[in-house]
C-alpha cells in the first residue's frame, strides 16, 4: 500500500434523496447540492440513449469517433485536440497520473475543486495551495509557489465552491508569466452558465500557449451528470502524449450517443441559462435585503454566508426538504452553497433561509 494512501480518505459525496426520506421520514426531498441541472437534459439525448439500447452487448467505440466529429465541428478544434474522459474527475486522474510522481509538485487555489489535491496526493506529488482572496483565485500567490519541479497548475473558472471568475485580460497576463514547461489546466465545467463578456476564450489561446489545457464536462448544464463524459481540448502534441494513461473503453456507448445527440440541441443550454440567470437573482435580492455575503456566480450556484455554521444552515434546510452543502466541508466556513433550482424551488428554500435568519 501506498504510504500516502495513509489518512487520506475517500471522496464522500452529499446525501442522497432516498437515504434523507428513510432517515426523516419525509415525503418529498429537493437536492440543490451537487450544481445538477434542475431541468433536466435535452430530449434528444433521451433519443440517442434509446437509439443504442439494442447495442449493450457491444464495448464502446473506443476512439468517441461520432462524439469526436460532433466536438470537434462544435469547438472549431481539430480532432487530436481532444481527449475524453468518465467526467471531468477521470481527466483530473489521468494528467495527476501522466505527470506528477514523487519529486514534483502541483499548485492550485484553495479553497477549489478538492480532486486536484487528492490524485496529487495519490501519485506521491507534493501540494502547494493558495489561499483565495475575498473569493478570488491569487494568481500572484500561486505564480509565486512555481518552481522546477512544478508541472501542473490548476485553475477553476469560474472557482467551485465560489463562482467567482477570473477576468480574460488577467488570465492571459498569468499564462505569460507561467514557464513553458508547466501545463495549466483551465477547469472549466461552467463554462455554459457563464455570461460575463471578459470571460476568457480559452481554446484560441491554446496556439498561443500549448501548455493550456481545457477541461469542461457534460454533467452540469446538458445535465447528463449519470452517464458521467468529460473532455479536455489541449495541443495535439500534448494529447498524444497523454493519451497512454486514458482507460480503453472509458465512455460508455450510452453516454458517447446522448451527447452527441445533446450537442445538436444549443437551444435547451440557453434556455437553461437563461432560467438560472434569473435563479441567481432571486438569490442576490434576498440576500441583499438580509443584509448577507455572497459572492455573485458565473455558475449554477451560488455561496452565502450566515452568521452560524455551515452545518446548522444544512440541518435547517434538510429536516425541512432541502439538500443543500455545508461549506464547512469546502473549506468555507460559516456558509452553505445552494444549486440554482427551478423558481418555485428557489422561492422555497429562500423562504426557509428567512425563516433561520430572523431566528438567529
Given at each position: 500500500?501506498?504510504k500516502?494512501?495513509?489518512?487520506l480518505?475517500?471522496?464522500?459525496?452529499?446525501?442522497?434523496?432516498?437515504?434523507?426520506?428513510?432517515?426523516?421520514?419525509?415525503?418529498?426531498?429537493?437536492?440543490?447540492?451537487?450544481?445538477?441541472?434542475?431541468?433536466?437534459?435535452?430530449?434528444?439525448?433521451?433519443e440517442?440513449i434509446?437509439?443504442?439500447?439494442?447495442e449493450?452487448?457491444?464495448?464502446?467505440?473506443?476512439y468517441?469517433?461520432n462524439?469526436?466529429?460532433a466536438?470537434?465541428?462544435?469547438?472549431?478544434?481539430?480532432e487530436?485536440?481532444?481527449?475524453?474522459?468518465?467526467?471531468?474527475?477521470?481527466?483530473?486522474?489521468?494528467?495527476?497520473r501522466?505527470?506528477?510522481?514523487?519529486?514534483?509538485?502541483?499548485?492550485?487555489?484553495?479553497?477549489?475543486?478538492?480532486?486536484?489535491?487528492?490524485?496529487?496526493?495519490?501519485?506521491g506529488?507534493?501540494?502547494?495551495?493558495?489561499?483565495?482572496?475575498?473569493?478570488q483565485?491569487?494568481?500572484?500567490?500561486?505564480?509565486?509557489q512555481?518552481?522546477?519541479?512544478?508541472?501542473?497548475v490548476?485553475?477553476?473558472?469560474?472557482?467551485?465552491?465560489?463562482?467567482?471568475?477570473?477576468?480574460?485580460?488577467?488570465?492571459?497576463?498569468?499564462?505569460?508569466?507561467?514557464?513553458?514547461?508547466?501545463?495549466?489546466?483551465?477547469?472549466?465545467?461552467?463554462?455554459?452558465?457563464?455570461?460575463?463578456?471578459?470571460?476568457?476564450?480559452?481554446?484560441?489561446?491554446?496556439?498561443?500557449?500549448?501548455?493550456?489545457?481545457?477541461?469542461?464536462?457534460?454533467?452540469?448544464?446538458?445535465?447528463?451528470?449519470?452517464?458521467?463524459?468529460?473532455y479536455?481540448?489541449?495541443?495535439?502534441?500534448?494529447?498524444?502524449?497523454?493519451?497512454?494513461?486514458?482507460?480503453?473503453?472509458?465512455?460508455?456507448?450510452?453516454?458517447?450517443?446522448?451527447?452527441?445527440?445533446?450537442?445538436?440541441?444549443?437551444?435547451?443550454?440557453?434556455?437553461?441559462?437563461?432560467?438560472?440567470?434569473?435563479?441567481?437573482?432571486?438569490?442576490?435580492?434576498?440576500?441583499?435585503?438580509?443584509?448577507?455575503?455572497?459572492?455573485?456566480?458565473?455558475?449554477?450556484?451560488?455561496?452565502?454566508?450566515?452568521?452560524?455554521?455551515?452545518d446548522?444552515?444544512?440541518?435547517?434546510?434538510?429536516?425541512?426538504?432541502?439538500?443543500?452543502?455545508?461549506?464547512?466541508?469546502?473549506?468555507?466556513?460559516?456558509?452553505?452553497?445552494?444549486?440554482?433550482?427551478?423558481?418555485?424551488?428557489?422561492?422555497?428554500?429562500?423562504?426557509?433561509?428567512?425563516?433561520?435568519?430572523?431566528?438567529?
Open positions: 500500500m501506498k500516502q494512501l495513509k489518512g480518505t475517500a471522496y464522500k459525496p452529499g446525501k442522497q434523496t432516498d437515504e434523507v426520506k428513510r432517515e426523516l421520514g419525509l415525503s418529498e426531498i429537493t437536492k440543490l447540492a451537487s450544481n445538477e441541472n434542475p431541468f433536466g437534459c435535452s430530449p434528444l439525448a433521451v440517442g434509446q437509439s443504442v439500447l439494442h449493450l452487448q457491444l464495448y464502446p467505440d473506443g468517441a469517433t462524439l469526436r466529429k466536438m470537434s465541428e462544435h469547438l472549431g478544434v481539430a487530436n485536440q481532444l481527449i475524453f474522459g468518465n467526467g471531468t474527475d477521470e481527466l483530473i486522474h489521468l494528467l495527476s501522466a505527470l506528477l510522481e514523487a519529486g514534483t509538485n502541483t499548485v492550485y487555489p484553495w479553497p477549489t475543486f478538492p480532486q486536484y489535491r487528492h490524485n496529487a496526493i495519490v501519485d506529488a507534493e501540494v502547494r495551495q493558495v489561499p483565495l482572496i475575498d473569493g483565485q491569487d494568481l500572484e500567490g500561486m505564480l509565486a512555481i518552481d522546477e519541479q512544478t508541472r501542473l490548476w485553475v477553476c473558472n469560474p472557482n467551485n465552491p465560489t463562482g467567482v471568475y477570473i477576468p480574460e485580460e488577467t488570465f492571459v497576463a498569468f499564462l505569460e508569466r507561467v514557464p513553458e514547461d508547466v501545463i495549466v489546466v483551465s477547469d472549466e465545467a461552467y463554462y455554459e452558465y457563464v455570461t460575463a463578456s471578459d470571460y476568457p476564450q480559452t481554446i484560441p489561446l491554446i496556439e498561443r500557449f500549448p501548455n493550456l489545457v481545457v477541461t469542461r464536462t457534460f454533467s452540469k448544464a446538458y445535465g447528463l451528470a449519470s452517464l458521467r463524459v468529460g479536455a481540448i489541449g495541443d495535439a502534441d500534448f494529447i498524444a502524449q497523454i493519451e497512454p494513461t486514458r482507460e480503453p473503453f472509458n465512455v460508455s456507448r450510452i453516454a458517447q450517443a446522448a451527447t452527441t445527440e445533446a450537442l445538436k440541441d444549443q437551444a435547451f443550454i440557453q434556455e437553461s441559462v437563461e432560467k438560472n440567470r434569473e435563479g441567481l437573482a432571486q438569490y442576490y435580492a434576498f440576500c441583499e435585503k438580509e443584509g448577507l455575503k455572497y459572492y455573485p456566480s458565473e455558475s449554477n450556484f451560488i455561496l452565502i454566508y450566515f452568521k452560524a455554521s455551515g446548522e444552515v444544512f440541518d435547517f434546510l434538510l429536516r425541512r426538504g432541502f439538500i443543500v452543502r455545508s461549506g464547512e466541508a469546502l473549506g468555507c466556513p460559516n456558509s452553505v452553497r445552494i444549486t440554482i433550482g427551478t423558481k418555485e424551488q428557489n422561492a422555497a428554500i429562500i423562504h426557509l433561509l428567512e425563516e433561520f435568519v430572523h431566528e438567529h
